[in-house]
C-alpha cells in the first residue's frame, strides 16, 4: 500500500483537502483559487453566480487536461498550478458578465504537454463516515465503467480504468502527460474532500460518483456550503452545472431559468450534466452537532447511531 500525502489549500477562511494526482484534488482547488478574487456570497445562485462558476470551472478543466497525470512518472506542477498569482491571473481574464470564447489552458513555463481530452466513463461509488472520536472519512472508489469489465476474478470486479488513459503518447511531437504506461494511475475525476474551519475543525466531508462531471458536482456543493450559506443537503440539490470544453451541461429538470440566463452571458448550452451526481456528505452544524446530506438524484441514506 501507498501513503500519499493530502493536497491542501486555503479557500478563504477555510482549508481545503483532498488526495493528489492524478486524483483531481488540483482542479477543484483551482476553481475555488479563481473565484475567491470574487464576491461569491453576494451571488447566492443566481445565475451571475453560476457564470462565475462556469467561467472558472472553465479554466480548471482545461488546465487539467493538459497537465494532470499520474506523479509518479510525470512530474504535475501542482505548485504552480495552485499559486495564488496564478489563479489571480486566471481570475483577472473572467469577465462578470459576459462569457469567454475559446478559454485554453494557461501555460506552465517548463512544462510541454499536449492537450488530453479523453472522455472518461463513470462507475464510481463514495460515502463518508463519521465517529464519535472526531474521525472522519471520506472514501471514492472506481471500476471504470459501472460493471468494470463486466470479468469477475477472485471475487473482484475488474476495473476498466484503461479508458481513463490516453492512447496517444504524444501530439503533434508534444508529449501527453496521461499517456498509458505499466504501472501508471489513470487521470482520475474522483474527489474525496475533507475541508476544515479556520481553528483546523472539521467543517464538511464530501465526495460523488459522476465520471468527469464529478469536478463540478463536488465544487458546486463546497460552493453552495461555504459561500452560499446552504446546508449540505440543501448544496447538493442545487442545479448541476457542469462547464468544460466551451460548453455547459446543465440538468434539465433542476435549470429553471438557468439555461436561457446563462445563454444570455454568451455561454453555449447543450445537453444535461454527464453523469447523475450522487454526493453523501457530514457536516458539523454551528452548534457541532453532524449533519448528513444524501443526493436524491441516486440511492443512498444517512445514518446516524
Same mark, same amino acid.
Given at each position: 500500500?501507498?501513503?500519499?500525502?493530502?493536497?491542501?489549500?486555503?479557500?478563504? &477562511?477555510?482549508?481545503?483537502?483532498?488526495?493528489?494526482?492524478?486524483?483531481?484534488?488540483?482542479?477543484?482547488?483551482?476553481?475555488?483559487?479563481?473565484?475567491?478574487?470574487?464576491?461569491?456570497?453576494?451571488?447566492?445562485?443566481?445565475?451571475?453566480?453560476?457564470?462565475?462558476?462556469?467561467?472558472?470551472?472553465?479554466?480548471?478543466?482545461?488546465?487539467?487536461?493538459?497537465?494532470?497525470?499520474?506523479?509518479?512518472?510525470?512530474?504535475?506542477?501542482? &505548485?504552480?498550478?495552485?499559486?495564488?498569482?496564478?489563479?489571480?491571473?486566471?481570475?483577472?481574464?473572467?469577465?462578470?458578465?459576459?462569457?469567454?470564447?475559446?478559454?485554453?489552458?494557461?501555460?506552465?513555463?517548463?512544462?510541454?504537454?499536449?492537450?488530453?481530452?479523453?472522455?472518461?466513463?463513470?462507475?464510481?461509488?463514495?460515502?463518508?463516515?463519521?465517529?464519535?472520536?472526531?474521525?472522519?472519512?471520506?472514501?471514492?472508489?472506481?471500476?471504470?465503467?459501472?460493471?468494470?469489465?463486466?470479468?469477475?476474478?477472485?471475487?473482484?470486479?475488474?476495473?476498466?480504468?484503461?479508458?481513463? %488513459?490516453? %492512447?496517444?503518447?504524444?501530439?503533434?511531437?508534444?508529449?501527453?502527460?496521461?499517456?498509458? =504506461?505499466?504501472?501508471?494511475?489513470?487521470?482520475?475525476?474522483?474527489?474525496?474532500?475533507?475541508?476544515?474551519?479556520?481553528?483546523?475543525? %472539521?467543517?464538511?466531508?464530501?465526495?460523488?460518483?459522476?465520471?468527469?462531471?464529478?469536478?463540478?458536482?463536488?465544487?458546486?456543493?463546497?460552493?453552495?456550503?461555504?459561500?452560499?450559506?446552504?446546508?449540505?443537503?440543501?448544496?447538493? &440539490?442545487?442545479?448541476?452545472?457542469?462547464?468544460?470544453?466551451?460548453?455547459?451541461?446543465?440538468?434539465?429538470?433542476?435549470?429553471?431559468?438557468?439555461?436561457?440566463?446563462?445563454?444570455?452571458?454568451?455561454?453555449?448550452?447543450?445537453?444535461?450534466?454527464?453523469?447523475?451526481?450522487?454526493?453523501?456528505?457530514?457536516?458539523? =452544524?454551528?452548534?457541532?452537532?453532524?449533519?448528513?446530506?444524501?443526493?436524491?438524484?441516486?440511492?443512498?441514506?444517512?445514518?446516524?447511531?
Amino acid at each position: 500500500a501507498h501513503v500519499h500525502p493530502a493536497i491542501s489549500r486555503p479557500y478563504r &477562511e477555510w482549508t481545503v483537502c483532498g488526495p493528489p494526482p492524478p486524483t483531481s484534488t488540483v482542479t477543484a482547488l483551482s476553481i475555488l483559487g479563481q473565484l475567491e478574487s470574487f464576491d461569491m456570497a453576494a451571488e447566492p445562485a443566481t445565475p451571475a453566480g453560476w457564470h462565475l462558476f462556469a467561467e472558472a470551472s472553465q479554466r480548471a478543466y482545461a488546465d487539467r487536461e493538459l497537465y494532470l497525470a499520474d506523479d509518479r512518472f510525470v512530474e504535475v506542477p501542482v &505548485e504552480a498550478l495552485l499559486d495564488p498569482a496564478y489563479l489571480a491571473q486566471r481570475a483577472r481574464t473572467i469577465h462578470p458578465r459576459t462569457a469567454t470564447a475559446g478559454i485554453g489552458p494557461g501555460i506552465i513555463d517548463g512544462f510541454p504537454r499536449a492537450v488530453d481530452p479523453s472522455q472518461e466513463p463513470g462507475g464510481t461509488s463514495h460515502f463518508v463516515v463519521a465517529d464519535a472520536r472526531g474521525n472522519v472519512v471520506s472514501m471514492s472508489t472506481s471500476v471504470g465503467f459501472v460493471s468494470g469489465t463486466r470479468r469477475v476474478a477472485a471475487g473482484l470486479v475488474l476495473n476498466s480504468n484503461l479508458t481513463d %488513459f490516453s %492512447f496517444a503518447p504524444t501530439r503533434d511531437g508534444v508529449p501527453v502527460a496521461n499517456a498509458a =504506461a505499466g504501472r501508471k494511475r489513470p487521470r482520475s475525476a474522483m474527489i474525496p474532500t475533507l475541508v476544515l474551519d479556520s481553528e483546523g475543525r %472539521f467543517r464538511l466531508a464530501l465526495g460523488s460518483p459522476g465520471g468527469v462531471s464529478i469536478i463540478a458536482y463536488v465544487t458546486k456543493t463546497i460552493l453552495g456550503v461555504l459561500d452560499w450559506g446552504l446546508t449540505g443537503a440543501e448544496a447538493i &440539490e442545487l442545479p448541476s452545472v457542469v462547464a468544460r470544453g466551451g460548453m455547459i451541461a446543465i440538468e434539465g429538470d433542476r435549470a429553471g431559468g438557468l439555461v436561457e440566463a446563462l445563454g444570455g452571458f454568451g455561454h453555449i448550452v447543450g445537453g444535461t450534466a454527464y453523469e447523475g451526481s450522487g454526493i453523501h456528505l457530514i457536516e458539523a =452544524a454551528p452548534d457541532g452537532t453532524l449533519r448528513g446530506g444524501v443526493d436524491s438524484r441516486r440511492e443512498g441514506t444517512f445514518r446516524a447511531s
